[in-house]
């Protein structure tokens, strides 16, 4: 298999769907055609060196992450401003651009000289230091295996710049691709609305479909990803664990709803029951785009969500971190199992891999020969589970143990994004109104039965919750 994305992509059958102002397709030929031509002038103007893109999820930048011709800095387009400090750490002087005047803005700020590749066909003046080059003008001809930086979530600290090459990326989709043939999404519409400046994103979201043959569907923004799924009534879907939770939650709330006035003791038997007719699993089916192929990554998920999804679509949970591109390992039944062709071991608890698709190392900074992913894990035989983060494991004075992942995921069973700290010598969940509602009372009663007794909230209390790009909750 060639190691080339662009040109596994050039040789699939699989087409980007993506949303500018109507639906629109590209086939994925002619989408890596126009890769090689528009990064090869890419490559002139930026003498080599590096490119940053700054632009919202859609055909231009599909482009920039599927090249090979540069280096490539995918930036954050979270509140469409460009952040000062990506641009200064990743040393990019050139940059392309479908957000021109908040690029300028940021860059005349930095100060220095700077090329804007602008697709706003307003801009095409050179403004002060800033050299501006409408996106029309540019062509050339892309050679050469070039890397992606990725910065990494910062959930613990500052991001860090990942290098993934080309044949990094490219080996994880071939390890993606078992369980593409598996569940029958070869040829399918996958829904993804993810950004496309971490791994997860890039490679499941979007590389990896359009290599494999299927016609990815970029979405039109996050407060449209119920009706784009309905719209488009995709074969997959690619998503985080908060959006899983929450439409379960959604689902749960409706069915109490008819079952008002039945006995509490009796729901939990009557909703089993409901949940395993034809009629209900087609109208929760229908209520998805009628999907098939449910993907969660980014976080683990519990088993009551898990088979709750398994009633009446397949439905698998991924584990990886950027360093990796980023699939290490897949959980399709209790555990995870890793993707083919790699190669794990234990130290202190704590999981280590390496293989192929794991990166060479840090933008200026350490190489990568054996892959610390900071995660604690049970193994069971040749699969695993995970027992926390090492970084954000709680050690309570009595020696205890405590994952706030754990307890957090019991919070979000119940539509609530809670933020477990240890603090005056007691657990407590630090929730933000703008995320969630606070839990009830009752359902603090109720997390504290599912859980062992150290691990048990005291209280509840309320705060700001800072999250990343892909809904994980940032620790400092």
Request: some cysteine.
């Amino acid at each position: 298999m060639t190691e080339r994305v662009v040109d596994r992509i050039a040789q699939s059958d699989g087409k980007l769907i993506y949303k500018n102002g109507e639906w629109k397709e590209i086939s994925a030929f002619e989408l890596a055609n126009w890769a090689k031509k528009f990064y090869g002038g890419t490559q002139y103007l930026s003498k080599g060196k590096s490119v940053g893109v700054f632009m919202t999820p859609g055909l231009e930048e599909a482009i920039s992450v599927i090249s090979g011709g540069v280096t490539i800095f995918p930036f954050y387009f979270g509140k469409k401003k460009l952040d000062p400090y990506y641009v200064k750490k990743s040393k990019v002087r050139t940059i392309v651009t479908d957000s021109t005047p908040a690029t300028i803005e940021t860059l005349k700020r930095l100060g220095g000289k700077y090329t804007i590749i602008s697709t706003d066909e307003k801009y095409k003046h050179d403004s002060g230091n800033l050299k501006i080059i409408p996106f029309e003008y540019v062509s050339g001809d892309c050679k050469g295996d070039e890397n992606y930086m990725l910065f990494t979530s910062g959930t613990t600290g500052d991001s860090k710049l990942v290098i993934l090459t080309q044949k990094n990326i490219s080996k994880n989709i071939e390890q993606f691709e078992e369980f593409v043939d598996y569940y029958g999404a070869k040829g399918k519409k996958i829904y993804n609305p993810l950004p496309w400046f971490h791994s997860y994103g890039l490679t499941i979201g979007v590389l990896g479909p359009l290599a494999l043959g299927m016609q990815p569907i970029i979405g039109s923004g996050l407060k449209n990803v119920m009706p784009d799924i309905k719209e488009n009534q995709p074969y997959g879907i690619i998503y985080v664990p908060l959006f899983y939770y929450k439409f379960k939650n959604e689902v749960e709330k409706s069915m109490d709803k008819k079952l008002k006035g039945t006995p509490k003791f009796l729901r939990p038997f009557i909703k089993w029951f409901l949940y395993n007719t034809p009629a209900v699993k087609k109208k929760i089916r229908g209520e998805l785009g009628n999907a098939k192929f449910l993907v969660s990554g980014g976080a683990a998920i519990d088993d009551d969500v898990k088979s709750f999804y398994r009633k009446f679509a397949h439905f698998i949970n991924g584990y990886g971190i950027t360093e990796a591109s980023p699939l290490i390992a897949v959980d399709d039944g209790k555990y995870f199992r890793f993707v083919k062709d790699i190669k794990y071991e234990i130290v202190g608890g704590v999981l280590y891999v390496s293989g192929d698709n794991i990166s060479p190392g840090y933008y200026k900074g350490e190489k990568i020969d054996r892959l610390n992913t900071g995660d604690i894990v049970e193994l069971h035989g040749n699969k695993f589970e995970i027992a926390g983060r090492k970084k954000n494991i709680i050690v309570l004075p009595n020696g205890e143990n405590v994952s706030p992942e754990k307890i957090e995921s019991k919070f979000m069973e119940r539509d609530c994004v809670a933020k477990v700290v240890y603090t005056d010598k007691e657990l407590v969940a630090i929730v933000d109104r703008n995320l969630s509602p606070l839990p009830t009372k009752e359902d603090l009663n109720e997390i504290n039965k599912e859980l062992p007794i150290h691990e048990r909230v005291s209280r509840v209390v309320e705060g700001k919750i800072d999250m990343t790009p892909t809904f994980k909750i940032k620790r400092t």
